[in-house]
């Protein structure tokens, strides 16, 4: 045997035997749990109010974020808190006012993102019926549902009786049909109405950044917003932080678009019954009114519980409660 020749030869086996060792130690490991779907549920009362996150699907930022995301449609925002609670779904997209009137029943959510700034709600007049002792703020006031987003307006900017109506598109058509003097009306309703040159008063408006303030003296109000059961996100947290990435993303897309872009990310049942013309106005209404950097504000929380508290009075004293919201979720603005 050549001298030296055998060293190269036990190099060689060495190495094999410890690619053979780190195989075994690989195929003995555990494999990576996989990361759970978040399935969230939406409020589908008024989908327009969640288009970031129509966007961030579409448009491929939950992707992006390496996210399985799947959008459920809830009937209300009422069914949106009732799909978490029955494990339907893991986060839910509504009012802040879910998280405050369930936390109030003793089952508690934390919102950790913001959506909407802005209810996109209007109250409005036809002044063709007389009214009561008071003015047109006063007597019968048209809403969707009892205990929805408009009847909580309703009670909040006026001293109308709200009366359900079925939905906003009842409360809509009852409007036209005379049926009502006084309104609390979607956006998008409202839009249509003015376009026809209808007769209608405007009594308080969130439409626009200056009626948002008028009406909350907040331009941070959580009309739409990200919750989860508080146990959920500390066990969740990188996906909550590229959750809210993503839909951050999906505003600033929202914000370099036009209206017509955005429409096409809305879900087919967002233009059931609603004017083309008004949807897209609306939508571009709702362009300046979503969140930046999806971060809650302890004054628009607490914006949300005044409002609350014209409809409940258990909400008429004290404070938010702090872990009802949080930012720790979201990307500080540059």
């Given at each position: ?12 086996l ?7 060792l780190a ?8 494999p990576l ?12 009362e008024?989908p ?14 939950f992707?992006?974020?390496?996210l ?9 925002a009422d069914a ?12 839910g997209?509504a009012?802040?006012?879910?998280v ?5 029943a003793?089952?508690?959510?934390t ?14 007049s ?6 009561p ?16 987003a ?13 009366v359900?109506k ?8 009852a ?6 003097a006084v309104?609390?009306?979607?956006a998008a309703?409202v839009?249509?109405?003015e376009?026809?040159r209808?007769p ?8 626009t950044?200056a ?5 909350y003296?907040v ?14 996100l ?7 932080r590229?959750?809210?990435r993503?839909?951050?993303q999906?505003?600033?897309w929202i914000?370099?678009h ?5 429409v ?12 083309a013309d008004a949807?897209a106005m ?8 979503f ?12 914006a949300?519980r ?5 409809s409940?009075?258990r909400?008429r004293?004290?404070?938010?409660p ?8 979201v990307?500080?603005?540059?």
């Amino acid at each position: 045997m050549v001298p030296g020749a055998r060293q190269p030869r036990l190099v060689l086996l060495l190495i094999c035997a410890v690619l053979a060792l780190a195989a075994t130690g690989c195929s003995r490991a555990r494999p990576l749990a996989p990361e759970p779907e978040l399935r969230v549920a939406v409020d589908a009362e008024n989908p327009v109010l969640a288009l970031p996150l129509y966007v961030a699907s579409s448009r491929g930022m939950f992707a992006g974020e390496r996210l399985r995301v799947s959008l459920v449609e809830a009937r209300d925002a009422d069914a949106v808190t009732a799909a978490l609670g029955g494990g339907q779904c893991n986060l839910g997209a509504a009012a802040f006012d879910q998280v405050l009137r369930s936390g109030g029943a003793g089952k508690p959510l934390t919102a950790f993102l913001l959506m909407s700034r802005s209810p996109m709600l209007v109250l409005v007049s036809a002044g063709f019926l007389p009214f009561p002792r008071g003015g047109a703020k006063s007597g019968k006031v048209a809403v969707g549902r009892r205990g929805d987003a408009s009847e909580l307006f309703a009670h909040y900017v006026s001293e109308g009786i709200a009366v359900p109506k079925g939905g906003a598109v009842g409360a809509a058509a009852a409007f036209r049909r005379r049926e009502t003097a006084v309104a609390v009306l979607d956006a998008a309703a409202v839009n249509e109405l003015e376009a026809r040159r209808a007769p209608v008063e405007v009594l308080a408006d969130t439409r626009t950044l200056a009626g948002l303030l008028a009406v909350y003296g907040v331009s941070d109000y959580p009309a739409s917003c990200v919750y989860a059961a508080p146990e959920f996100l500390p066990a969740h947290e990188d996906q909550a932080r590229r959750f809210a990435r993503a839909v951050a993303q999906a505003a600033q897309w929202i914000r370099a678009h036009d209206a017509a872009s955005c429409v096409q990310a809305l879900p087919e049942s967002a233009s059931r019954g609603v004017d083309a013309d008004a949807l897209a106005m609306t939508v571009e209404q709702a362009r300046a009114l979503f969140s930046v950097d999806g971060a809650l504000t302890m004054a628009g929380a607490e914006a949300a519980r005044k409002a609350l508290a014209a409809s409940d009075e258990r909400f008429r004293e004290g404070v938010v409660p702090p872990e009802s919201s949080t930012r720790k979720y979201v990307d500080p603005r540059p």
